[in-house]
């Protein structure tokens, strides 16, 4: 049984596409937060096996694909962090985390 | 068998991540999406990254995640705080363009040759140097001398995250009258004037103490 670079992209885009979904449908922003890690995973998996992939001897960087995925991580980290903060500092405004409900700027 | 085990685990991992996003309750959600990320960290082992699959791990499901259950839990939403309301016609749209999306990059990733003759992903690795790029010690050459730059721009980023989400959930004194409030504030309390959003509050209040 093989492993093909194409499986593992056709698995990261499907991971993707679900992470969109999620977005576009849900309105808790708790769970918009959680479909925005999943598709930061979804990119994630795609440059790990990339990484695979073009490990051949010609590979100047090997361990680059995988220092791009702890600087995504990071990025990640820090984007839960402060959304999860502007998260609270909404509920406390206006008790709510539908993100229907929050139209101040709404015309 | 790395290839069968790669093949199971992504099919869940598609399976855990759209229990995640269908799930009404987010604490479900976050436990799917332990799954899911568990999962993802069993592939990045396959795919020879095992310093990766680790960070994951720690850094995922140990500590986002763990963020993520703290502020539901913080927050204690209620059932009716949790309903939402998204229209059949929003959710076939979301539909058709997440497949849309999905068929624009399988289509993009189907005629690439370079993807398709490409070889065994989970064949072992000839060479010993390179069978060693994904462990701690490689990665760890690798973000202190290549990529040294972009290390410490990461840790500038992640300082500034730590203030700005201090700065954010900070209480503040509740001084409605004072002079010096901010715009954004000023704006808050003509709007409370104009009766938008007090009645609504008060009766989510009442509903709550009773």
């Known amino acids: 049984m093989t492993l093909s670079l194409s499986f593992c992209l056709h698995l990261s885009a499907a991971i993707f596409s679900i992470g969109v979904y999620g977005v576009l449908t849900r309105s808790n922003l708790i769970v918009i937060l959680m479909s925005l890690e999943i598709m930061l995973n979804a990119v994630n998996l795609s440059l790990v096996a990339f990484g695979r992939a073009f490990l051949t001897d010609l590979t100047r960087d090997p361990s680059g694909p995988q220092v791009f995925v702890i600087m995504v991580l990071a990025v990640a980290a820090a984007e839960a962090a402060v959304g999860l903060s502007i998260l609270l500092a909404v509920y406390r405004k206006w008790r709510t985390t539908n993100a229907g409900e929050i139209d101040l700027l709404k015309g | ?210």
């Open chain 2, 1 to 210: 068998m790395d290839a069968f085990v790669f093949y199971i685990s992504g099919v869940l991992s598609v399976v855990a991540a759209a229990l995640v996003v269908t799930r009404k309750n987010p604490v479900h959600g976050t436990i799917y999406l332990v799954l899911f990320f568990l999962l993802v960290s069993l592939d990045y082992l396959i795919l020879r990254a095992p310093f990766l699959a680790i960070i994951q791990v720690l850094v995922y499901a140990g500590a986002i995640l763990v963020l993520f259950l703290f502020v539901i839990m913080l927050l204690n939403l209620s059932e009716e705080e949790l309903r939402e309301s998204t229209s059949t016609t929003r959710k076939g749209f979301a539909g058709i363009l997440s497949a849309g999306l999905f068929g624009l990059l399988s289509w993009g990733i189907l005629r690439s040759p370079t993807v398709r003759n490409m070889g065994d992903l989970a064949a072992p690795v000839t060479s010993p140097t390179l069978a060693k790029a994904g462990e701690t010690e490689a990665i760890g050459q690798a973000l202190f001398t290549t990529h040294a730059l972009a290390f410490e721009f990461s840790s500038i980023l992640i300082l500034v995250a730590i203030l700005g989400a201090i700065y954010l959930t900070k209480k503040r004194k509740q001084t409605s009258s004072a002079p010096s409030q901010t715009s954004l504030t000023g704006l808050e309390s003509q709007e409370e004037a104009g009766q938008k959003h007090a009645p609504a509050d008060g009766a989510r209040l009442e509903k709550r103490l009773a």
